[in-house]
């Protein structure tokens, strides 16, 4: 292992210089610095976002190193030669070729076989979509998918409305980018409506397809509660129609018959990358100023991004919820906005997934099963920096600003969506890695790598809500957000997870969830005293009991003086 | 004068009611001298709505054939609607209103025809007098004395009778070290640091002029603060170019020249109009839900009351560090020494003396630092957000400290007695009050309006113990430690409580608030019966001891 000395480690935002004098440790997997008081930081590998070396200072060589989970971490190294190796040594330690040389698998948890096999069968999506109660008179699971032919990044098992043949579902697809034509997301039990998903159609210019328009028709007549159903383009519709140059585009109303067409207007991955960029560019300035931090906030775009992600899931809600109509939400592939924005609105609608295994299920379904590339979003491997985007994040953060606003809704906390957020990145687990399940299956994920979930289920005392309700109202099953734009915060949890003078120095939420376990505890405690109280009474004859009682009560009272 | 003769029409009929996030109510409407009242007689709920007539701000009608509308806006920042049926009434009820929101004299104000229904425990007025706070601070020090130059406000109008000064300046050198500060507000004692001794004074701004006037006895008073050989800090809270622009107008600053031992630094911290804008900025942009994410930002930017928020937190925490860190005293003045130097010399004892972040500490502080110091609350306060005239001594001051505490609360929320509610109704009482204690602008004007002998004031009615239980803060732990807020702009946040209070609906997070409550109220139950059945087991532990023994 190799280790430099005297090394400083600069507080980011701190205005007179602080540093904490240390070493630095390079092991296969982390970066490690211990400071004199012996606290440790371990930075993962494949945490690391970006290295930079500074030009050389009079006290050293300063080595900066940006973290995906939004650590900054300001090293300074006395000599440059060993900046140097270090810097060398990260950029190729944080730069992974292959999928099997990510941390995922070596990581060894001491886990047996039957524990890895029993941890990756937690979330069963099966399971899943008969909670929600299909298989039904109006939807089937289609085998046309179970050898990956007609959409490599779909999942094998999928939902479709009986009425939808196997050759209106190959025409379909064909009809669809990538393959992926429209399946069931969710289905609404009580309104009979589905949040239906699909990318976008080739239909150019004037292009049409019978089978597609078969298939909308099919899913409309799956609901027997509404004649008609939305279509949602969750893109701008400029961009939308851009595509139309390259053969692809949205659903013409006309072709289509009882559909109500509609676009919500979020941006790319790439200005989505963009925006986040701006946003850390301006909250890790130092000395910033309160107009500077609002303009930034503001330039950067990123609050709009979360409001208009938030807005679309709720116009999805209300066409659900309000006018019993199914939906179909598509965007460009439909694999990031359409996540999205499926995703939250089956969290606003749904309050299984407001619980832990639930939200744990809803990422499974409609995040990794329906083949978001976490693998290319997240850049697990070296690759094209292009397809970078943070829309996982916006997710979590979506859902963050939701629990701000119904504080008793959801059983887990804010730790909770940081500690998926750091897992998203940190390659430790099998779950994220991949862009789609095929490749997974490829990869053999499931042998040689192990799942999140268990793990996260152990600790599950961290990350419950201890204001949680789970009937708290039955009105709360449906949440009704309010988009209203100063409802929007920064999450300075999560871009300042690290930087700990900004946070608030005593932490409310921390002590009313130490307290709601202690009082698990003294309740337990008052059960236990009283049961060895009821015994003892039972053999001690009260009057003797009074009697000396009350001498002891002299005793003391006499020793006392 | 008589009430009856502004009030045209005393009652209107068949009045609908609306308010933001609830059902409109229809009901019947009374004028009195003091209080708009809607009533609703609905069977299922009836609802009374009382509004004193010195909270409304500015009102606006609106005609829809003989349907009147009157918008009632608040100095609470609240907003309401009435429909009333009748152009005659409604012209009526509305200029009543006008005509009863701005009434000049101070003794037609509420305050003066207000009988108390509750049981006075203790008389607010005779609380936290300067002789009590002088007898704490002889306890650990015999440098200051009490003086009572200002008896009969003779020497400074707007300082209160009695005030804290070093021993070694008589009255004489203090009068005329008055002549020689603006105003007359000559430098008085604000807090004794009791871990290292060291003091922090405020005054107004040296009046040296153009050309450099200087007073030996103003020296002398403020050096009689320095330990030998150490030196201090002046803390100008107006930026330097405004500091020397002011000697043109006979103000200024120190001169290092005749201040050799003190080293001034210069703060901005904005007053008056500004100020004012920065609010009337901040609730428009609070109130209109239909700004878009990018707008809603740059409005808020452009309010600026942020920047003030960590402007005035920030000179505060430099005030406390000098004291603290550096182990030196302060001088703490603006101009007039009446807005931003009483922000920062409060604020600065609320980071550092854990008897401030109590709640009789903090009534304690807003008598001292702002009341008897003399801010003017009256002319401060007698517009808010939603003012139409363009007066030029209306300013959010207090509001500004009011919202400094609530950040620092936040970061502290287990360090301060009272909660956020406290601060939220000391908002409102300075604006518009039932009691005497924010009337008049200085000790002086107070002592006039004999405000004391007619007039309830605030803190007799808060500090009963049915008031003070909405005001404890469950998570109150004694910390004796000084606290330092982070002023970062990722730190501060928007005070929801008073800016979106009537913006949004709140059910979902009071209700979480009150299970917060509930957990912590259940783990002190809890906690009380495992000791009690504890020291049972113990007792019968004892006895079966003793039973064996026999």
């Not at chain 1, 959409?151 to 393959?179: D, H, M, N, Q």
């Not at chain 2, 360090?415 to 009050?433: D, T």
């Amino acid at each position: 292992m190799k280790h430099v000395e005297q090394v400083k480690l600069l507080d980011r935002f701190s205005t007179s210089n602080k540093s904490l004098m240390g070493t630095l440790y390079l092991t296969a997997t982390h970066l490690l610095f211990i400071d004199s008081s012996q606290r440790e930081t371990w930075i993962l590998h494949h945490h690391i976002a970006a290295v930079e070396k500074l030009p050389l200072t009079t006290s050293g060589c300063p080595l900066v190193i940006q973290c995906k989970n939004f650590r900054i971490v300001h090293f300074v190294v006395p000599r440059e030669r060993d900046c140097h190796d270090i810097y060398n040594s990260l950029l190729q330690l944080s730069r992974t070729a292959k999928y099997e040389e990510l941390y995922a698998f070596s990581y060894n948890p001491k886990q047996n076989e039957s524990e890895q096999v029993k941890g990756w069968q937690l979330i069963d999506l099966a399971e899943e979509y008969k909670r929600m109660g299909v298989p039904n008179a109006n939807w089937q699971l289609s085998d046309a998918n179970r050898d990956y032919k007609i959409c490599e990044t779909y999942p094998r098992e999928l939902y479709v409305p009986r009425t939808a043949s196997k050759p209106i579902i190959v025409g379909s697809s064909k009809f669809r980018s990538k393959g992926r034509f429209p399946v069931l997301s969710y289905y609404h039990k009580n309104k009979e409506a589905a949040i239906c998903r699909c990318s976008q159609p080739l239909s150019g210019f004037s292009a049409r397809c019978l089978e597609d328009e078969h298939m909308l028709q099919a899913i409309s007549k799956a609901n027997p509660s509404n004649r008609y159903m939305y279509v949602m383009d969750t893109r701008p519709k400029l961009n939308a129609m851009a595509n139309r140059a390259a053969g692809k585009g949205y659903e013409n109303e006309d072709n289509y018959s009882n559909i109500r067409f509609q676009f919500v207007g979020i941006e790319n991955i790439h200005v989505m990358r963009s925006s986040l960029q701006k946003l850390l560019e301006v909250s890790g300035t130092k000395g910033l100023s309160v107009n500077d931090f609002l303009s930034g906030l503001e330039n950067s775009g990123w609050l709009r991004h979360i409001k208009a992600v938030l807005d679309a899931a709720v116009f999805l809600v209300k066409a659900i919820a309000v006018e019993s109509a199914s939906v179909l939400v598509h965007c460009s592939d439909g694999w990031d906005r359409t996540s999205q924005v499926c995703s939250l609105g089956a969290l606003l609608l749904d309050s299984y997934y407001r619980t832990i295994k639930g939200f744990m299920v809803l990422i499974e379904k409609d995040w990794i099963s329906f083949g978001h590339k976490f693998s290319d979003r997240c850049c697990q491997l070296d690759g094209d920096p292009k397809e970078i985007s943070p829309v996982f994040t916006q997710f979590l953060e979506s859902v963050w600003n939701l629990t701000e606003q119904f504080p008793q809704a959801f059983e887990y906390n804010e730790a909770f969506l940081l500690q998926i957020h750091e897992h998203v990145h940190s390659c430790q687990f099998g779950n994220f890695l991949g862009n789609c399940q095929k490749e997974r299956e490829e990869l053999k994920l499931r042998e040689k790598t192990y799942s999140l979930w268990p793990f996260l289920l152990d600790e599950r005392k961290k990350y419950q809500n201890p204001l949680y309700n789970a009937d708290f109202s039955p009105e709360l099953t449906l949440l009704e957000p309010n988009t209203v734009s100063f409802n929007f915060k920064f999450w300075r949890n999560m871009y300042h997870q690290f930087d700990r003078s900004m946070h608030p120095r005593q932490c409310v939420f921390n002590l009313i969830m130490n307290m709601s376990e202690q009082n698990k505890q003294l309740e337990e405690d008052i059960k236990e005293l009283e049961a060895v109280i009821t015994i003892m009474m039972g053999y001690i004859p009260s009057c003797l009991f009074e009697d000396r009682a009350k001498s002891r009560d002299q005793i003391s009272a006499s020793d006392f003086y | 004068m008589e009430f009856a003769e502004l009030i045209k029409t005393p009652r209107a009929d068949n009045v609908v009611l609306h308010r933001p996030f609830y059902l409109a109510v229809e009901g019947t409407l009374c004028l009195t001298g003091h209080h708009l009242i809607f009533s609703s007689r609905r069977q299922d709920n009836a609802e009374e709505l009382w509004l004193l007539h010195s909270n409304i701000d500015s009102i606006e009608k609106r005609f829809v054939g003989s349907l009147g509308t009157i918008i009632i806006k608040c100095k609470d920042l609240r907003i309401i609607q009435l429909d009333i049926p009748g152009m005659e009434e409604c012209l009526n009820i509305a200029s009543s209103i006008e005509a009863l929101s701005t009434l000049d004299s101070v003794t037609l104000m509420y305050p003066f025809f207000y009988r108390p229904m509750f049981e006075i425990v203790e008389d607010g007025w005779r609380c936290f007098l300067p002789n009590e706070e002088f007898e704490l601070l002889s306890s650990v020090t015999d440098e200051w004395r009490l003086s009572c130059i200002n008896k009969e406000f003779s020497v400074c109008p707007s300082y209160p009778p009695v005030v804290i000064v070093p021993k070694s300046i008589d009255d004489e050198a203090l009068r005329k070290v008055a002549m020689f500060r603006h105003g007359s507000r000559f430098p008085v004692l604000s807090y004794y640091h009791k871990k290292n001794g060291m003091v922090m004074m405020r005054s107004s701004q040296p009046l040296t002029g153009t050309n450099g006037r200087r007073c030996k006895e103003d020296e002398k008073l403020i050096n009689a603060t320095l330990r030998p050989g150490k030196r201090g800090y002046i803390i100008d809270t107006r930026s330097l170019n405004v500091a020397q622009q002011a000697r043109a107008k006979g103000g200024g600053f120190e001169q290092e020249v005749h201040y050799p031992q003190w080293r001034r630094i210069h703060k901005c911290i904005e007053r008056f109009n500004i100020l004012q804008e920065s609010l009337i900025k901040l609730v428009e942009a609070c109130n209109d839900q239909s700004h878009n994410m990018d707008r809603w930002l740059s409005k808020l930017e452009a309010s600026n009351w942020l920047t003030h928020v960590k402007e005035i937190l920030t000179a505060a925490c430099l005030a406390a560090q000098c004291i603290d860190r550096e182990g030196a005293s302060v001088l703490v003045h603006g101009t007039e020494g009446t807005d931003s130097t009483l922000q920062v010399t409060s604020l600065a004892q609320i980071i550092l003396d854990p008897r401030c972040r109590t709640i009789r500490g903090f009534e304690s502080l807003v008598v001292r630092e702002w009341l008897q110091a003399g801010h003017p609350f009256q002319q401060r306060c007698a517009q808010s957000a939603y003012s139409n005239s363009k007066q030029k001594w209306e300013a959010p001051v207090f509001l500004l400290f009011l919202d400094c505490v609530w950040q620092i609360l936040r970061q502290f929320p287990c360090s301060f007695e009272f909660n956020e509610q406290f601060l939220i109704m000391l908002f409102e009482h300075a604006y518009a009050s039932q009691f005497g204690t924010f009337l008049g602008n200085n000790e002086n004007e107070r002592s006039k309006l004999k405000l004391p002998q007619k007039t309830m004031s605030l803190w007799s009615w808060v500090n009963r113990s049915e008031e003070l239980s909405k005001f404890q803060n469950p998570l109150f732990e004694a910390n004796s430690l000084v606290i330092w807020p982070s002023v970062a702009p990722q730190s501060l946040q928007l005070w929801e409580g008073v800016f979106l209070r009537w913006n949004r609906p709140s059910k979902f997070l009071d209700e979480a608030h009150e299970e917060m409550i509930n957990i912590i109220k259940y783990n002190k139950e809890l906690q009380a019966k495992v000791n009690a059945l504890r020291r049972q087991l113990a007792q019968l532990q004892t006895v079966d001891r003793m039973q064996e023994n026999l």
